[in-house]
């Protein structure tokens, strides 16, 4: 994201690159600006949707075809996570939600994230957001596979603590 800046927000300068307190960083050259570019991730909440006892993972319109994920989304200006996990999971899926418990806070380096995920119990009828996705399907928790990176670190988190031990 570092590389999309290359003039300084406040004065119009350009940024040149430098170390800066440890680690390379985009700053100002402009005299007396001082403007720093810091690169902190974005926050984005995930959501762990248990839905009629089946978990629901969801297509987004450009991921290949057999590709399934959870419901995420970026956390809003003036917004609690847990309110903007429900509300992407009302956006995306249609469903009303409840959070049932914070799984955990994951990096996600590859695109300067920090992902908030929650287990989320919904209730209603399934409506895709058709703009940004194709497809979902319910999987049994006991089926429910965690991948390698991102999301998929806290679908593992979940699955150890709610299908490996039993709790519902």
């Known amino acids: 994201m570092a590389d999309e800046f290359k003039f300084c927000p406040r004065c119009g300068s ?4 430098r170390e800066h307190h440890g680690k390379e960083r985009k700053l100002c050259e402009g005299a007396g600006c001082g403007y720093v570019y810091w690169g902190n991730p974005t926050p984005v909440v995930a959501a ?4 009629e006892g089946q978990m629901l993972l969801a297509r987004g ?6 590709m399934f994920a959870l419901v995420t989304g970026f956390l ?7 309110q903007g996990v429900l509300r992407e999971v009302k956006e995306e899926v249609g469903l009303d939600g409840e959070v ?3 799984v955990g806070v994951y990096p996600f380096e590859m695109r300067n994230e920090l992902i908030i995920a929650f287990h989320v119990r919904t209730s209603g009828t399934i409506t895709l957001n058709e703009q940004e996705l194709a497809a979902y399907k319910l999987v049994p928790k006991e089926k429910l596979r965690a991948w390698p ?7 593992q988190d979940w699955i150890d ?3 490996k031990s039993g709790v519902a």
């Open 14 to 17: 350009a940024l040149g690159t």
């Open 100 to 102: 049932v418990s914070l």
């Open 76 to 82: 809003e200006a003036a917004e609690t996570p847990q």
């Open 48 to 51: 762990i949707i248990e839905h």
């Open 61 to 66: 319109k450009s991921w290949p075809e057999k």
């Open 149 to 155: 990176m991102g999301t998929g670190l806290a679908v």
């Open 161 to 163: 603590t709610h299908v």
